[in-house]
C-alpha cells in the first residue's frame, strides 16, 4: 500500500503564499493521478486540483489563477504552489492519489495539513 505524507502547511497572512507537498512512499507500482483536496470548519470535502500522471492539470473556478499543482513523477511527489491567499482558503488540506498494483486501482489520502489565513 502506499502512503501519503502532507507536508508545508501554516498560518499566512491574506495575499500571501504557502507551498504544499505531498510524498508518496511504500509499495509503489505506479501513481495515476495526485491530487489535492479541502476540508473547511463545518464544510464538506472538496477538490482542489488534480493533475494525471502525464501532466494534465484540473482546477476548480475558486482556485483557478492563484493555485499552480505539479508533481515530480521520480520523487512520487506532488506540489500545490497557493498564492494570493485568502481567509476562505482556510482549510484541512488533504494529499490524494489514485494507484494501480498492476491488477487494480485504489485511494489513498494523507493525513492533512493544515492551512491558516489570518491576520
Known amino acids: 500500500q502506499v502512503q501519503l505524507v502532507e507536508s508545508g502547511g501554516g498560518l499566512v497572512q491574506p495575499g500571501g503564499s504557502l507551498t504544499l507537498s505531498c510524498a508518496a512512499s511504500?509499495?509503489?507500482?505506479?501513481?495515476?493521478?495526485m491530487g489535492w483536496y479541502r476540508q473547511a470548519p463545518g464544510k464538506q470535502r472538496e477538490l482542489v486540483a488534480t493533475?494525471?500522471?502525464?501532466?494534465?492539470?484540473n482546477y476548480v473556478d475558486f482556485v483557478k489563477g492563484r493555485f499552480t499543482i505539479s508533481r515530480d513523477n521520480a520523487k512520487n511527489t506532488v506540489y500545490l504552489q497557493m498564492n494570493s491567499l485568502r481567509p476562505e482558503d482556510t482549510a484541512v488540506y488533504y494529499c490524494?492519489?489514485?494507484?494501480?498494483?498492476?491488477?487494480?486501482?485504489?485511494?489513498?489520502w494523507g493525513q492533512g495539513t493544515q492551512v491558516t489565513v489570518s491576520s
Open positions: 493533475i494525471t500522471s502525464g501532466g494534465s492539470r
Open positions: 490524494y492519489a489514485r494507484c494501480y498494483t498492476g491488477t487494480y486501482e485504489y485511494s489513498t
Open positions: 511504500g509499495v509503489i507500482f505506479s501513481i495515476n493521478a
